[in-house]
């Protein structure tokens, strides 16, 4: 393993030994990325080639450098009949490895012979032709170019899939099946001719069960109509002459019978028994091919129910949320409408102390789809205003005269929330979080006075406590102008 930064080979040290780099978690990337290539292998020598095509994109995404998971997933498209595919991948390949790459050899090998080069391109036109044909709803001529294509290339499995496809389309579901089959051969667990064998053994035990003639009568046309043939009679038999030779003596004859128990019994140990193991071992290995692919049907299955359950989750989560705003207490779109009300016919009785109070218990961050509710409170809100911006501002000021100085923020406050350029608001809510002891607040809005009110009375007071330590302070609290009183009615501490 070399460093990313600076080429030199890595030790187990976690920092390279030229360039000092944090390699740690580099480390650990192209070991998952080997991890991955490993079992793309173990699922390629397997015939698992979608599998191993999955993992093998997942190894060079991790490091893009793992020339041989990148020349193995180029194989295993060319095995799929995905030759642009795999062209890229040694393309790309070579490009990132130019010397001693296995790749180059695979490229030149199909570019030296022409005649193979012309092919693949040839198949690739064809199967885009019968792939157009079948979306104009022209089968039969999407399935003579799909044979054609097949004859070519005879791995291309997404062409054993479209075919299986049009077949299944016009209920010839035998043949849909034995060219799915085929492609299994190619790709044992590949999931869409997984889920288009399921969807065939589907119709075909429907099929089975409803209209048994009609499948008999398919099946008896997909295989031709049998010839009947005449047989013999017992009087017809002829019996054919003896030509074997009697043994001259008797010794041959045990000869002969000894030279042929030899021969079966090296027949059988020779021939028979390993036949025997290797259809044995066949058999082994069918049953777990056969047992993969259910449990990959099982597998697709169990995932699309998991789809199903997650998005009717979501939209029951969507449907409570929309009914919370109707019927839960609190700021719900129910009471923002009757706040709203009461508020206009408080408005309308020339009420404007109960019409703001109403108006400021509507929840405005609350989401409201009437369009009409929207115009209705931001004519109303410039209305009052002025009224609640007032209201608020007395309210503050009683409050702070009571050194209640939290319920004084809130309503200062609520009256900059109304009129943002109420200097005074702003400037007893700074003298309020100060005399409650937050420092950090207080100069936020005395700032906010320096900053956006040179004009103000209040000027020279928030310039100077942004001047001077918290343990001390000047000026005064909006009642007697700029002489220092802190808001309690004494001189500043």
């Not at 390629?44 to 020339?67: E, F, P, Q, Y």
């Not at 799929?80 to 001693?100: K, R, Y």
Request: charged content about 25%; some cysteine; hydrophobic content about 30%.
């Amino acid at each position: 393993m070399i460093c990313y930064n600076c080429g030199n080979v890595l030790t187990n040290s976690d920092y390279c030994s030229h360039c000092g780099m944090d390699v740690s978690v580099y480390k650990r990337i192209v070991k998952l990325s080997n991890t991955y290539y490993n079992a793309g292998l173990t699922k390629a020598k397997n015939r698992d080639l979608s599998g191993a095509a999955d993992t093998l994109r997942r190894s060079v995404k991790l490091n893009k450098r793992n020339i041989d998971a990148r020349n193995l997933l180029g194989l295993v498209y060319f095995e799929m009949g995905e030759t642009v595919q795999a062209f890229s991948e040694w393309v790309m390949s070579t490009n990132i490895q130019p010397d001693n790459n296995p790749a180059e050899k695979y490229l030149v090998a199909i570019q030296q012979d022409k005649g193979k080069v012309s092919e693949l391109n040839h198949t690739i036109k064809k199967f885009n032709i019968a792939l157009d044909y079948a979306k104009s709803g022209t089968d039969d001529m999407a399935i003579i170019q799909l044979k054609k294509v097949l004859n070519q290339n005879p791995n291309f499995i997404k062409a054993y899939q479209l075919l299986a496809l049009l077949y299944l389309k016009g209920g010839q579901y035998e043949r849909a099946k034995k060219s799915i089959k085929k492609s299994m051969k190619i790709d044992k667990c590949n999931p869409l001719s997984i889920r288009y064998l399921r969807e065939i053994n589907e119709y075909m035990d429907e099929e089975k069960k409803t209209d048994p003639d009609k499948r008999m009568e398919r099946r008896r046309n997909l295989r031709g109509v049998m010839v009947d043939r005449e047989y013999l009679s017992g009087n017809d038999v002829i019996i054919p002459k003896n030509n074997f030779k009697e043994a001259i003596t008797g010794a041959q004859s045990i000869l002969h019978i000894v030279i042929g128990l030899l021969l079966g019994a090296a027949l059988v140990y020779f021939i028979v028994t390993p036949a025997r193991m290797s259809h044995l071992t066949d058999q082994a290995n069918n049953v777990g091919v056969e047992y993969n692919q259910k449990i990959a049907i099982k597998n697709s299955t169990i995932s699309e129910l998991e789809n199903q359950v997650d998005t009717l989750k979501t939209e029951q989560k969507k449907l409570k949320s929309d009914l919370a705003q109707y019927t839960d207490t609190g700021n719900t779109v129910a009471s923002n409408y009757s706040n709203l009300l009461k508020s206009v016919n408080y408005y309308l009785n020339d009420d404007y102390k109960n019409a703001a109070t109403a108006l400021s218990d509507v929840d405005s961050k609350l989401k409201m789809d009437s369009e009409d509710f929207t115009t209705v409170y931001k004519w109303l809100s410039s209305k009052l205003s002025k009224r609640i911006s007032e209201e608020a501002y007395n309210a503050g000021m009683t409050a702070r005269d009571k050194a209640d100085y939290d319920t004084a923020i809130k309503q200062f406050k609520k009256c900059i929330e109304a009129d943002s350029g109420n200097a005074d608001a702003i400037y007893y809510l700074a003298w309020s979080y100060k005399n409650k002891g937050d420092s950090k607040n207080a100069n936020k809005y005395f700032k906010e006075i320096y900053d956006n009110f040179p004009n103000s009375s209040h000027y020279d007071t928030a310039k100077s406590q942004l001047n001077i330590d918290d343990s001390s302070s000047s000026g005064d609290n909006g009642d007697n102008g700029d002489n220092g009183d802190n808001g309690d009615g004494g001189t500043s501490e």
